[in-house]
């Protein structure tokens, strides 16, 4: 090794990256940052909490230790305030759930050669299949993604003084925009429409809020279920524009547009690159997981959601930043 030349130690990270997964997968299965925050301090104590293994507890404080989301001080262990925030059971943008099932997705992986030699799925694609229990798993995990985004577009919205509002949402999921914003607006209503066992459970979330009076559920593909004409004040459609190719995020879009009432404006979330393509990084590297699981999907430029809203018919297209996300607003 010559002096300059740079040391092998991130890229044998990145070779590992799977011992992340797995590590912080595990912690989450056995409930370590919600023990760690209730107090436990040492391995001795995780694994009484826990029902494991000391040397198990050890062994994933130590790889905590090295990623970042447990501090040493003393002999005694505790959350980053990162991993007290997002990892701790229980609160509401918790993405404990969201570890435990990427943990199960890692074996996914070993296909991506193979899939890049193709240009797309070499199984069939979990996200463009009609009604898949991928669905049941994933919706309830992501819910706690939408947390942060959904207040910050309440606030775009100006939704807490908007009145009597009407709110469609596509491939609403978990509900958890609708709990939200009909939480911050009592005099809003909402309509999601997903397949059925989907709205079953987004059904049961509203009610656990006090909200379900105000919710209604329309199940169905919504590629083909008709959105209605100049019904809403509202449209949002988060987390699915990187499933769908460009003609149908065009096709979806116009349809949206229609559903709308004159002045009535699209939310759109999702993770979009800069038209350069030179970041944000979470945005870029999650095509990836669209190469492996849809047809047409991907990540997308703010440019390509600018010419497809304008195509649509919106007028006025604004981006907001709710991180790792891009609210796209446009009327
Ligand atoms: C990634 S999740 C996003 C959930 C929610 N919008 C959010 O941001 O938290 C995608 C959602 O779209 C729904 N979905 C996907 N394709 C669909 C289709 N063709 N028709 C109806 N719903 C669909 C899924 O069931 C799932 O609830």
New binding site residues.
Partial sequence: MTDNQPAPDGVLRLINGYWATGVLGAAATHSLFTHLENGAETADELATRADIAERGAQTLLDGLVSLGLVALHAGRYRNTPEASAYLVEGKPASLSSFAKLKLKHMGALVALPDVVRAGGPVTDPT??V???PH?EE??PA??A??VP??TIAAEVLGLADAGEVSIL??????G??SAIWLEANPAARSTQ???EP?NAIARRLLAERGVADRFTCID????T?DFGTAKYDIA?????A??EGPEGNVEVFTRLRNALKPGGAVVI?DYVVDDDRSGPAFPLIFASEMLLKSKQGGTWRQSDYRDWLVKAGFEDVSFHSAPPATLVVAR
Avoid: R
């Fill in positions: 996200t463009e009609a009604d898949n669905w994933v919706v992501i819910a993604q939408s985004a959904a949402d596509v491939g609403g999921g978990s958890i925009y429409l997903d397949w989907i169905g593909d919504f590629h279920t949002l459609y988060s987390h699915i990187h499933q979330c």
